[in-house]
T-cell receptor, first 116, second 113 residues
Framework: GAGVSQSPSNKVTEKGKDVELRCDPI?????LYWYRQSLGQGLEFLIY????????KSGLPSDRFSAERTGGSVSTLTIQRTQQEDSAVYLC??????????????FGPGTRLTVT | GDSVTQMEGPVTLSEEAFLTINCTYT??????LFWYVQYPGEGLQLLLK?????DKGSNKGFEATYRKETTSFHLEKGSVQVSDSAVYFC????????????FGKGTKLSVKP
């Protein structure tokens, strides 16, 4: 079946602009995760959704970052007033929460964000 | 807090050499352990996993054993190929309401023919 998809694949934006990144998880996966991969920081956890609710927002680096998930499926990560340090690859992953493959996360190809 | 430490790279090996990438972890609960691989220009892929102590995960000739006594999950392969060149990430997950993965910094492996 289809894997995790993300759009856009690349995004170049000017400092101070808002951006929205989209994630389509694997159908039936109830858990959805956002991570950020940057040269200096490696892979960092941002936020986790269980269904439409986000029990863990601890990784969001500032209040400029927010995310929502609707219908237990698509998620959008929004970064307001982007800064150059937001430049990174933003990865989305999804997983089941029950069964032998629970917590095994499947990653999308990522969105490469460049803030100029 | 929970964390993963893996050996710094880059690691350069000749084809058919033996590979070990060390990984140790700190966790308050009983984590599941993973190795993910990122081939050049591609996304992260799960390579193998182990969910409890003494479990051995294996895939594509790679193996790792969950050692609770040494809090380790070292990745090994007996004979590497050029196609194994990639960045390898060790990770843990506590699961439940803390379902996120905590990653090590990654180890870049280059295999020369």
């Amino acid at each position: 079946g289809a894997g995790v998809s993300q759009s856009p694949s690349n995004k170049v934006t000017e400092k101070g602009k808002d951006v929205e990144l989209r994630c389509d998880p694997i159908s039936g996966h109830t858990a959805l995760y956002w991570y950020r991969q940057s040269l200096g920081q490696g892979l960092e956890f941002l936020i986790y959704f269980q269904g439409n609710s986000a029990p863990d927002k601890s990784g969001l680096p500032s209040d400029r970052f927010s995310a929502e998930r609707t219908g237990g499926s698509v998620s959008t990560l929004t970064i307001q007033r982007t800064q150059q340090e937001d430049s990174a690859v933003y990865l989305c992953a999804s997983s089941l929460l029950r069964g032998p493959s629970s917590y095994e996360q499947y990653f999308g190809p990522g969105t490469r964000l460049t803030v100029t | 807090g929970d964390s993963v430490t893996q050996m710094e790279g880059p690691v350069t090996l000749s084809e058919e050499a033996f590979l070990t990438i060390n990984c140790t972890y700190t966790a308050t609960g009983y984590p599941s352990l993973f190795w993910y691989v990122q081939y050049p220009g591609e996304g992260l892929q799960l390579l193998l996993k182990a969910t409890k102590a003494d479990d051995k995960g294996s895939n594509k000739g790679f193996e790792a054993t969950y050692r609770k006594e040494t809090t380790s999950f070292h990745l090994e392969k007996g004979s590497v190929q050029v196609s194994d060149s990639a960045v390898y990430f060790c990770a843990l997950s506590i699961g439940g309401s803390q379902g996120n993965l905590i990653f090590g910094k990654g180890t870049k492996l280059s295999v020369k023919p």
